[in-house]
């Protein structure tokens, strides 16, 4: 359903491993905005919610909520830590362009 790379499974369990309180897993969700129309969430939560829908990659629970699950299922998610910047990539197969940004949107 969806993919992490090994770089960003281990992000994300070095940031819950900074976290006082405990995690039910990652949430990713799309919404409307962003440079083409809709824009990535993604968060840690202490709950998930009755509708989720879940799926594990290399040990990091992901919650989906089930208005995003069409726009984002096979999507693989990875970390770049690069001289231009730090942060989580989404390679998505239902994406039908690129913003100007150069992330891809769905």
Known sequence: M???TEAAAGAVHSVIATVPQS???????V?????????YEMGLVENSG???ISCESHGVKILIDPSSIALISGTTIDFIDSREGTGFSFDNP????KGG???SCC
Do not use: V, Y
């Open 94 to 97: 239902h994406a039908q362009s």
């Open 50 to 52: 009755p509708e989720d």
């Open 101 to 103: 940004c150069g992330k």
């Open 23 to 29: 995690i039910a897993g990652l949430r990713l969700m």
């Open 2 to 4: 969806i993919q992490l």
């Open 31 to 39: 919404r409307s905005g962003g440079c083409a129309g809709l824009q």
